[in-house]
């Protein structure tokens, strides 16, 4: 099988640095899988749970904040703010961090408030089904 | 006597302010030690965004975009933001003097008006007691700096561009050359196009054939820039507190120094002072054994 070198990138450093047969995104207008020998581009990425597939045929899932993917001589970057493992996700911070952002939506918000809190609540939505659906 | 008290007393004090000094030190190493981690760490991160955003700006279709847009008001009804990166304490040498005067400068230069956002308590010190006007509701603090609080204040700055309250925005911040030197540097962060000034020879219509920008070149500029500006405060951040810590070290490793040699000075002092006690002491008894010595024949 063709496989490409995938980087993911958070802002505390490098998260995963290898190979990758298959790459399942959250782009701002749906999922997108990506393929070895993808054509070259840049995309949006928006919070969600990402997959890949590592050289092993491995499956990983992985939640992500906002952030973008560029893909270059068969070379594949992730940049995003956070990434974490279903392992490292604190179910009740996730829930404190939804059940705060839920709150302070039915308050009166300038748009700028608004869009920040509804991207805190996908944060916090995303880790909550990453961690339930590990546990399955 | 007395003054063998008083000689005796400076050096306890000296003593005592060593013990301080070189306590700080030890913290400031410490805090170095960590604060570099963190700054390796984000090193990897931050320069594969710039990279990344280079590219970007290089395949970009000649279009209009808020991030790019250079303002055509009249150059003095512009209004040029700076964050300037201070330390939360003083005592660090001239770290942050030279971080105030070189926004006074760059403040001259642009000309126009005006609005400062300080980072650290020690800078919103000084331009509080100068009568300076600064950004009052911007009240960080420089210490640890966490992602969370340069997403914070990325989001406002950005906001107050895009509101275009703000016409230009730079940062002023210490960078950690090596460790003994310091340097303070000024970057232009918005609009983008100063900011990566040589990318404007590229001709911007060749995109389409080497990268696909999905879904629209807009919609990853907006992901990637608010990304871009929060990876270059905290940059910024992280870079200006391991400079703080590394000036604090110096500052109370010079002070240590001192302290040490002025003690030295004042018990070479107090034993002389001694000395001259014990030996008028010696003086006097034996002169008095003498006078009586005189009287008794």
């Excluded at chain 2, 700054?39 to 594969?48: E, K, L, M, P, T």
């Excluded at chain 2, 608010?226 to 910024?236: D, K, R, T, V």
């Amino acid at each position: 099988m063709k496989t490409s070198h995938l980087q993911i990138m958070s802002a505390d450093g490098m998260f995963y640095d290898g190979k990758m047969m298959h790459l399942i995104v959250p782009a701002t207008d749906g999922s997108m899988g990506i393929l070895p020998g993808h054509e070259e581009m840049i995309i949006a990425l928006s919070e969600g749970i990402l997959q890949y597939q590592d050289g092993e045929e491995r499956w990983f899932k992985v939640a992500i904040g906002r952030g973008a993917l560029q893909y270059a001589n068969n070379r594949c970057t992730v940049l995003v703010d956070t990434a974490e493992r279903p392992e490292d996700i604190d179910v009740n911070r996730a829930m404190e961090a939804k059940r705060r952002a839920e709150e302070r939506l039915r308050e009166k918000l300038s748009e700028r408030e608004y869009r920040n809190m509804q991207a805190a609540l996908a944060r916090a939505l995303t880790r909550l089904k990453l961690k339930s659906s590990d546990n399955t | 006597m007395a003054q063998l008290r008083e000689i005796k007393n400076r050096i306890d004090s000296i003593e005592g302010t060593q013990k301080i000094t070189s306590a700080m030190y030890m913290i400031s190493t410490t805090k170095l030690r960590q604060a570099k981690i963190s700054r390796d760490n984000n090193a990897v991160y931050f320069n594969a965004l710039k990279n990344m955003l280079e590219r970007l700006l290089r395949h970009l279709p000649s279009f209009d975009h808020p991030y790019l847009r250079v303002s055509d008001k009249p150059k003095e009804d512009q209004v040029h933001a700076y964050i300037v990166v201070t330390a939360d304490r003083g005592l660090a040498g001239a770290y942050n003097l030279n971080v105030i005067k070189a926004a006074d400068k760059l403040a001259g230069e642009d000309g126009g008006r005006t609005q400062l956002f300080v980072v650290g308590e020690a800078g919103r010190r000084y331009y509080h007691n100068h009568g300076v006007k600064y950004e009052e509701g911007f009240v960080y603090s420089s210490e640890r700096p966490t992602h969370a609080r340069s997403r914070a204040i990325t989001e406002i700055v950005l906001s107050k561009f895009e509101d275009g309250l703000i016409d230009d925005l730079k940062i002023i911040y210490t960078d950690m050359k090596s460790a003994i030197e310091n340097d303070v540097r000024v970057r232009q962060m918005l609009p983008l196009v100063s900011a990566f000034d040589k990318m404007k020879n590229v001709p911007g219509d060749i995109y389409n054939e080497e990268f696909l920008l999905s879904p629209s070149p807009r919609e990853v500029l907006n992901a990637v820039v608010p990304n871009y500006l929060n990876g270059y405060i905290y940059s910024a951040l992280i870079e200006s507190f391991c400079a703080e810590q590394n000036s604090r070290m110096l500052a109370m490793q010079t002070a240590s120094d001192a302290a040490v040699s002025i003690v030295k000075d004042l018990s070479v002092k107090y034993n002389r002072a001694r000395q001259q006690v014990i030996t008028q002491e010696l003086t006097e008894v034996s002169a008095g054994a003498e006078a009586i010595g005189a009287f008794m024949d």
